[in-house]
């Protein structure tokens, strides 16, 4: 009878059993112990090479979840970028019409309302474009609390005209 372990685990014994005809020597006694030795350093072996897989699964899953941060950092850099693009020509565009509005000494009232219909258009993409940013700035690591209503709120606002349209109230 011989242990099988290793440093740090006990797997168990190796027993081997003879027929009447067979004596036990010192020759199998080492033998059994070689067999034993041997035995337990593949037992070894297989538990560092489970440890192995173990930890490149754990690190395969980290991989994928970098990965997924950084394309989510990216689009929000590119969002914030887009957004600080669109603000320069809204406020040109509302400047432009408020002119307008000041130069027509009387303008009808189709022509008033068609005004203010595209102030009010413009006054919209301002607002969207600040929840964008708002949006973008919020990935930078820390967490805040959220208040779930107002979250509801926002994107009710923000989809209300596009669900409008294809007939949703």
């Given at each position: 009878i011989?242990?099988?372990?290793?440093?740090?685990?006990?797997?168990?014994?190796?027993?081997?059993?003879?027929?009447?005809?067979?004596?036990w020597?010192?020759?199998?006694?080492?033998?059994c112990q070689?067999l034993?030795e041997q035995?337990s350093v593949?037992?070894h072996?297989?538990e560092l090479?489970?440890e192995?897989?173990k930890v490149?699964?754990?690190?395969?899953k980290r991989?994928?979840?970098?990965?997924?941060?950084?394309r989510v950092?990216?689009i929000?850099e590119?969002?914030?970028?887009?957004?600080h693009?669109l603000?320069?020509?809204?406020?040109?565009t509302s400047l432009a019409?408020e002119?307008?509005q000041?130069m027509?000494?009387?303008?009808?009232?189709?022509v008033?309302?068609?005004l203010?219909?595209a102030?009010?258009?413009i006054?919209?993409s301002?607002?969207?474009?600040?929840?964008?940013?708002s949006?973008s700035?919020?990935?930078?690591?820390e967490?805040t609390p959220?208040?779930?209503k107002?979250?509801i709120?926002?994107?009710a606002?923000?989809?209300?005209?596009?669900?409008?349209?294809r007939g949703y109230?």
């Amino acid at each position: 009878i011989c242990n099988l372990r290793s440093e740090s685990n006990h797997y168990g014994i190796l027993a081997l059993g003879f027929t009447e005809s067979q004596r036990w020597n010192p020759a199998l006694a080492d033998l059994c112990q070689i067999l034993a030795e041997q035995i337990s350093v593949v037992m070894h072996n297989v538990e560092l090479f489970t440890e192995i897989a173990k930890v490149r699964r754990e690190l395969e899953k980290r991989h994928l979840q970098l990965m997924h941060s950084n394309r989510v950092a990216a689009i929000g850099e590119l969002a914030a970028g887009v957004a600080h693009e669109l603000n320069s020509p809204l406020a040109a565009t509302s400047l432009a019409i408020e002119s307008v509005q000041c130069m027509l000494s009387s303008p009808s009232k189709g022509v008033e309302a068609l005004l203010e219909q595209a102030l009010q258009g413009i006054e919209r993409s301002k607002i969207i474009v600040q929840r964008v940013l708002s949006q973008s700035a919020m990935g930078k690591g820390e967490q805040t609390p959220l208040d779930l209503k107002v979250q509801i709120e926002e994107t009710a606002r923000f989809l209300g005209p596009q669900l409008e349209r294809r007939g949703y109230k």
